[in-house]
């Protein structure tokens, strides 16, 4: 147990489908991020928070939409996705205010299926 | 372009061997390097190097950094089952936002 917890952790949706993933972490944390780890490629950083705002957006399509309401709570809104989108999706923590991604901590992730 | 490459991609032993795998870079503005665990889903956090030739060490578990041949390795001695796992090696730019550049992970199999 990580300390950071994701659901789903299944989800298959259609193209027109609109679905969110949710992220809780219990550590405490200022930061928190979502990656995306496909297969055959590394990890991809898509969104960072720190203290509930958006510090970076790594060019991600405006299909996905990240939410960060406190700073124990993250979301990835989906909507019209692409079966290329299919992945799994983790959520991750740091303890930091910087963008340094020193030990991080993550979720188990949302196995996504894009049909 | 700075890159991370992790040989081999995948590795089958049985219990009781040592492994090394293997981590080079390319980056630019070398920073760190870290090392995760994946089994299952979850990645967690083993080691995090700065320094060349000081071994970081967990049990079973050692890691080393050569900043002058730009590499990596982590080390595992007597494996048993339950370091069947992914593992991850990153390292972080310290000119780009302090980013993470990842490698595509060693696929670990440990066979009873």
């Known amino acids: 147990e990580t300390g950071v917890t994701q659901t789903p952790r299944h989800l298959v949706m259609g193209m027109t489908n609109k679905k969110s993933l949710k992220c809780e972490q219990h550590l405490g944390h200022n930061a928190m991020y979502w990656y995306k780890q496909s297969a055959k490629k590394p990890l991809e950083l898509m969104f960072v928070?720190?203290?509930?705002?958006?510090?970076e957006n790594n060019s991600v399509p405006s299909r996905f939409s990240p939410e960060c309401p406190n700073s124990s709570h993250l979301f990835l809104h989906l909507h019209t996705l692409q079966p290329e989108d299919s992945a799994l999706y983790l959520c991750a923590s740091s303890q930091g205010l910087r963008l340094t991604n020193e030990k991080l901590f993550f979720g188990s992730g949302t196995q996504l299926s894009v049909l | 372009e700075d890159k991370v490459v992790q040989s081999p991609l995948s590795l089958v032993v049985h219990e009781g061997d040592t492994v090394t795998l293997n981590c080079s870079y390319e980056v630019t503005n070398f920073r760190s390097l870290l090392w995760y665990k994946q089994e299952k889903k979850a990645p967690t956090f083993l080691f995090m190097l700065t320094s060349s030739g000081i071994e970081k060490k967990s049990g079973r578990l050692s890691s080393i950094l050569d900043k002058k041949e730009l590499f990596s390795i982590l080390n595992i001695t007597a494996t048993q089952t339950g370091d069947s796992a992914v593992y991850l090696c990153?390292?972080?730019?310290?000119?780009?936002?302090?980013?993470?550049?990842w490698g595509l992970g060693t696929s670990l199999a440990v066979n009873p």
């Open positions: 990153a390292v972080e730019d310290a000119g780009n936002n302090r980013k993470l550049i």
């Open positions: 928070y720190s203290l509930e705002e958006r510090v």
